[in-house]
């Protein structure tokens, strides 16, 4: 089965979906901003699919302002 791609899909909705599609996630790093904390929630950046399953790789987002449309 084929894994449906979930770049830029916040970590826990790409769990989800590719749970819902039957996919099993093999593995997830989870990267950081240096030298600060992350502020917003993490996105995934990259994703690997293998015969174990798919491997992801999720983002820190940081929020620029608390009104700011552009936060993702």
């Known amino acids: 089965m ?3 791609s979930v770049i830029a899909r916040p970590l826990a909705d790409a769990r989800l979906l590719l749970d819902d599609a039957g996919v099993q996630v093999a593995s997830v790093v989870e990267t950081v901003p240096p030298g600060r904390p992350p502020t917003g929630p993490m996105r995934v ?3 690997r699919t293998t015969d174990e399953g798919v491997h992801l790789v999720a983002a820190a987002s940081i929020v620029l302002a608390d009104n700011d449309d552009r936060n993702v």
Do not use: D, L, N
């Open 45 to 47: 950046v990259r994703e």
């Open 2 to 4: 084929k894994a449906p």
